[in-house]
């Protein structure tokens, strides 16, 4: 007997609204947010924010839900209009998540906030153990209820185009709003830009001199109805190469060649068999040799793509796989308006490329870092690693500080600099994977809020203190006592008690 779709399954009778109703209860009961705290700023008459977040993604909610949680105020930037914010409802191409569905991802410890939690509120028990993997839109429909709930302050369409660190504990945001151009003050800055948040797609030099309408990279916002009835080449095997490789065979394209540079696929995971509470905490603290060790030998291994987003491609019968096929050359044959990639194994002809070859931290190629980029340290000033360990990725993450903050590579070269914190996916060679993936994102923000409020109780510390000596709230009336009468004037006499 076949199961029902979830979606035919009937719905729990309370649904949304008794979930929204018990996650309120929680929240009261643990004082969420948390009582104000912090000192106000005002700077020419203006209000300073606390922290101002770029990034409405899932590492931007969470972080803002953490510092709330602390009782800071954060604001959240983001160039997306409302509720398209991050690749799930954009450029992302997978069916379902990769993440196993009962992990709690940016819900901070609180049941209610989980994706099951919101699941089951939507669909029933009955439909939660049905499921398999949770479907990529109704992750980001998961993660809309989030911002929602969670009282999260998002301003869509908003564009920041220069990061300005000041000498005067604050941080200048140049911004591109719907109302136009104006700037923020804010006395920190959390970079929650998802994958490519320091940089964007590593774009290998054979594509350079290709018309842009021939070839595209995997991360690119595309629409692949383009492809119908081409010939579509695509180069890497990893997730995103097979999710688009997959969309191009579905919207009908004639053909499509996967050129994998290795012999094979890889099998194993690394990266999910890293995963542990022990290292989720520890790996900050680690010595530097064995961070590069664990994140070199899980980049060596490489990740392999999902079996469900391989089964996806390799089900239609225009879909090729071709091993020991690395790029030796591109060529533009602008006559036959077609591409002659030459591998190894002999020459293709396409009509359409498709790069999937991940991203790379480029402070460089994104103008709105243009202040910063010269002064932020990076790994490769920090450490040397032996001889055929050498991983361009990790030399080129930044070097962070323990509340996820940029460092100067000359020390006050960029007074201000340590005000903006990186978490965002290259954080992970500092910190581990706990700003970037589902897995320990929660963790992750918790540990940046927790950093933050420290700092802010550090540098305001006057403040507080004066605060504390003038706090007068008394918890003693004096009338909860009668003193005792003076004792006999004969000191031999002993003191006698009546009652009263």
């Known amino acids: 007997m076949t199961a029902a779709p979830i979606y035919a399954l009937p719905l729990p009778p309370a649904g949304l609204a008794a979930l929204e109703q018990r996650l309120a209860g929680d929240l009261e009961c643990l004082g969420w947010p948390a ?98 993997k949770i479907p990529r839109l109704q992750w980001m429909d998961y993660l809309r209820w989030y911002r929602r709930v969670m009282a999260v302050d998002v301003r869509n369409e908003t564009t920041v185009t220069a990061f300005h660190p000041r ?122 040799e064995h961070k590069w060790r664990v994140r070199h030998y899980i980049n060596r291994q490489s990740v392999p793509p999902p079996r469900g987003s391989t089964l996806r491609v390799s089900r239609h019968p225009g879909a090729r796989f071709h091993f020991g096929c690395p790029i030796l050359d591109v060529a533009w044959q602008a006559d036959d308006r077609a591409l002659r990639v030459s591998t190894p194994r002999g020459e293709f002809e396409f009509d359409f490329l498709i790069v999937s070859t991940g991203f790379k931290v480029d402070w460089g190629s994104r103008p709105e870092f243009a202040a910063i980029a010269p002064h932020v340290r990076a790994w490769k000033e920090r450490f040397t690693p032996p001889p055929g360990e050498e991983d361009t990725e990790l030399a080129d993450s930044p070097d962070l500080g323990p509340a996820f903050e940029l460092q100067e590579r000359v020390a006050g070269a960029c007074p201000g600099l340590d005000r903006i914190h990186c978490f965002c996916y ?50 003693l009336m004096g009338d909860e006592w009668v003193p005792a009468a003076p004792a006999d004037a004969n000191p031999g006499e002993p003191l006698r008690r009546t009652a009263s």
């Open 35 to 132: 009582r104000p705290w912090m000192r106000e700023r005002q700077h020419d008459g203006a209000e300073v924010l606390d922290v101002a977040i770029v990034g409405a993604g899932q590492a931007g909610l969470a972080a803002a839900a953490a510092l709330a949680q602390q009782g800071i105020r954060a604001v959240v930037f983001d160039r997306a209009r409302e509720g398209f914010e991050g690749p799930w409802a954009t450029t992302a191409r997978m069916e379902t998540l990769r993440s196993p569905k009962e992990l709690t991802g940016p819900a901070l410890g609180l049941p209610a906030l989980t994706f099951r939690a919101w699941f089951e509120a939507r669909f029933g028990a009955e439909a939660w153990a049905l499921l398999d």
């Open 426 to 475: 290259p954080a992970a060679m500092s910190h581990g994977t706990v700003s970037g993936d589902i897995p320990a994102i929660s963790e992750g923000a918790r540990r940046l809020a927790g950093g933050i409020a420290s700092l802010f109780y550090r540098e305001d510390f006057e403040y507080h203190f004066a605060r504390l000596e003038a706090f007068d709230e008394p918890e």
């Open 167 to 288: 000498a005067d504990a604050m941080v200048r945001l140049a911004l591109q709003t719907p109302e136009g151009a104006r700037s923020v003050l804010a006395r920190r800055v959390v970079l929650a830009t998802g994958r490519d948040g320091l940089g964007g797609p590593a774009v290998p030099s054979f594509v350079a001199g290709l018309p842009p309408s021939a070839w595209a990279h995997s991360s690119d916002d595309m629409d692949y109805a383009r492809l119908n009835g081409l010939r579509v080449g695509v180069i890497g095997a990893g997730a995103s190469a097979m999710d688009s490789a997959a969309t191009a065979l579905e919207a009908g394209a004639r053909s499509v060649d996967l050129l994998i540079r290795r012999d094979d696929l890889p099998r194993v995971n690394k990266g999910k068999g890293a995963g542990s509470p022990g290292l989720t905490h520890g790996h900050y603290d680690l010595p530097d």
